[in-house]
């Protein structure tokens, strides 16, 4: 799994290296797993620092 972007930002380059090894290959959806539960989407988009449009992209898949 190649972390990318804001998060690799966001994590660093160690921590953004080590989630790779531990869950490469795995789909992570982890917003799209809280909107599945009932959270909503602005809750969703405090929680991980995105953006609601971003969120509604990891929804829509």
Not at 3 to 13: I, N
Not at 27 to 51: E, N
């Amino acid at each position: 799994m190649r972390v990318q972007g804001e998060l690799r930002r966001l994590l660093g380059e160690e921590c953004a290296e080590a989630l790779g090894r531990r869950y490469g290959g795995t789909y992570l959806s982890v917003p799209r797993r809280g909107h599945q539960a009932g959270t909503s989407v602005a809750a969703l988009a405090r929680a991980y620092g995105m953006s609601e449009r971003q969120v509604w992209r990891i929804i829509r898949g």
